[in-house]
């Protein structure tokens, strides 16, 4: 099976049905700028962006890259931090005609270089450095081996910020070309997030993200008058409707970061007076583990959107204690997009417990292991989904969309779920993150929820761990709230005391200051397979 795509006929009901749009995000911007032309769009660490100051870079951006004689349809590979700098490329780039491979910040080299050559990339926008790798060198070193034709190098923030040397604030009035990329077209390539392995290439149209706009709408009753604030590394899918499209589509602005940290991020909530905020587990579960927590006023949050993970309830719960907010989120995958979500309409424990009821035009359905559609009995099963939040698949893995996409069109997600009578979704577990022990399959992700139980545990990586005997061990990586130490047997005694099932219970335990974090902003498990495994070869994990 080659490319995803809805059918004509799919196509015209979700415009009919105001899923999707024919105005392209540069269109929508343009329209903005000249409405509130000095109303800020973004904010960062180092100032804002306006309305019109982000048309106009948008407007240089275009112009520098069709200077070099690009051609419609030409890939551009894009590493920048999370400022509203990005922003404008990713729209400048759209503007142009030209398809934005989007790299997160966090990528190391070897994914760099990965995504460039995997994409095609003619062309490669960086800052001069990032993360300690000279990007000039590296790029003219792609260029003289004819893997790249051009490097255009940014540097400075916001309206201050050049492009090839060329300020991104010069006056400009010129509206986005006719040439420039439709709704319905391949508009980015951004990465899965690596937890696994080098990522793929997922091609994102903007439709899909409006679809997925007006979920979110619906769900956290969003408005203009909203101040986001999104954590997630922008290529992303999450980073992606939370910064680039949402705030946008509703005129609001939105708050980034260039680089995360809970402490920055808990002071901007107060002094910009986040309404909204976006972050995976990991980074809301260290906000409420910082202690500056306390001393700031969180008073003008009231949703938080979670997810890209399980979302501990326990943690959860306590987010919504202490700062007022409601915990929401969508089930689904930077390639399915959304197949449930939770709403303001939801009751606590249906927030907390489940990851909401299955969205009707989605039309999940849920396979078992042999493919055989199990929808009817409510699972567990694998789901599939059909609808207007969905990529177009993979670029060039006909491979991997053969796994993605089953010969019947529906697209299928790597986990595990059942579906109740009232239709909320809950996660069972991974199908990909499974434990497979002496032939008995434990989830990872039971045994991770039930040690964030854990008094003192404040973060929790399992993987498996490889055993001659069994094939696989369950081993636990764990982040303390303090500097103490934890053994095996204090954690087995809390699972025990509190009722725990011990086939979830961890057999060998690492105590770590900090896991690994893939560039998607998740725990890195190849990462944690890799470092368990040199530890059973060095002999301190007995298997």
Request: hydrophobic fraction near 40%; charge should be negative.
């Amino acid at each position: 099976m080659g490319e995803y795509e809805a059918t004509g006929a799919e196509a015209e009901q979700y415009l009919r049905d105001g899923w999707w749009r024919s105005e392209s995000l540069a269109e929508i911007v343009q329209q903005t700028a000249l409405a509130a032309p000095g109303a800020n769009a973004f904010i960062g660490s180092d100032g804002s962006l306006t309305w019109a100051q982000y048309a106009t870079a948008a407007a240089v951006v275009e112009q520098s890259a069709k200077a070099r004689g690009l051609a419609r349809g030409d890939r551009v590979a894009v590493l920048l931090p999370d400022s509203p700098v990005v922003h404008a490329v990713y729209l400048g780039l759209e503007r142009a005609g030209y398809v934005t491979v989007g790299i997160g910040p966090r990528a190391g080299r070897q994914e760099v270089e990965h995504l460039v050559g995997a994409s095609g990339a003619r062309a490669f926008v960086s800052p001069t450095e990032h993360r300690e790798h000279d990007f000039v060198l590296l790029a003219g070193s792609w260029i003289a081996d004819g893997r790249l034709d051009h490097h255009f190098v940014v540097d400075g923030t916001n309206d201050q910020a050049t492009i090839d040397g060329r300020p991104l604030g010069d006056p400009m009035s010129e509206k986005p070309a006719s040439a420039g990329l439709r709704p319905d077209e391949v508009f980015l390539l951004n990465s899965t997030s690596g937890t696994t392995g080098l990522p793929k290439l997922v091609r994102q149209t903007m439709n899909r993200w409006y679809a997925f706009h007006k979920l979110a709408v619906s769900a956290g009753n969003l408005s203009p008058d909203d101040v986001f604030m999104s954590v997630i590394p922008t290529p992303f899918g999450f980073g992606l409707w939370t910064a680039h499209f949402t705030p946008t589509l509703l005129g609001a602005q939105c708050v980034v970061m260039e680089r995360f940290t809970a402490n920055g991020m808990i002071e901007a909530i107060e002094r910009f007076g986040v309404t909204v905020l976006s972050a995976v587990s990991t980074q809301f579960v260290m906000m409420l583990n910082d202690p500056g927590l306390a001393n700031h006023d969180m008073s003008s949050l009231r949703v938080l959107f979670t997810g890209g993970e399980a979302v501990p309830s326990e943690r959860a719960a306590r987010f919504e204690h202490e700062t007022g907010a409601a915990v929401l989120q969508f089930f689904g995958s930077n390639e399915t997009g959304a197949l449930s979500a939770t709403t303001l309409s939801d009751s606590p424990d249906r927030r907390h417990t489940t990851a909401g009821r299955v969205i009707p035009e989605m039309q999940v359905r849920l396979f078992d292991e042999d493919g055989l559609d199990v929808t009817a009995s409510g699972g567990p099963g694998q789901p599939g989904c059909r609808g207007p939040v969905t990529c177009h698949g993979y670029h060039g893995g006909e491979g991997a969309n053969n796994e993605l996409v089953r010969p019947d069109g529906w697209m299928l997600m790597g986990d595990i779920v059942e579906i109740d009578d009232a239709g909320y979704l809950s996660v069972v577990g991974r199908k990909s993150d499974f434990i497979i022990r002496g032939g008995k399959n434990v989830s990872a992700q039971a045994v991770e929820s039930a040690l964030l139980g854990v008094p003192r545990v404040s973060l929790v990586g399992v993987v498996a761990a490889p055993s001659a005997t069994f094939g696989e061990r369950v081993c636990a990586y764990l982040v303390l709230e303090d500097e103490g130490s934890i053994s095996l047997e204090e954690v087995r005694d809390n699972l025990r005391s509190r009722g725990i099932s011990k086939e979830t219970w961890p057999e060998f335990l690492v105590v770590v200051d900090e896991l690994p974090i893939s560039s998607g902003g998740k725990v890195a498990k190849v990462a944690l397979r890799d470092d368990v495994a040199e530890r059973v070869r060095a002999g301190e994990v007995s298997t």
